[in-house]
């Protein structure tokens, strides 16, 4: 399958686009940049630290620098 065929599968599957959407701003959580609501990367992050993620202690995607 060639790239621009998986493009317009994506583009007229709701679903994937919505996978894709979650897997772009969980990436932009990860890497601290801001999203749209910044809120989202923070409940991300907490919810990663729920459940098990090895995270570094001084590692904080969220943190100004």
Known sequence: MTASMLFEETV???SLRDRYSIYG???????GNSTPD???????FER????GARIEPEFDPLRDE
């Open 25 to 31: 701003l969980i990436g932009d959580a990860l890497r």
């Open 38 to 44: 910044d809120a989202y990367s923070a409940r991300i």
């Open 12 to 14: 007229s599957d709701a």
């Open 48 to 51: 990663m630290k729920r459940e």
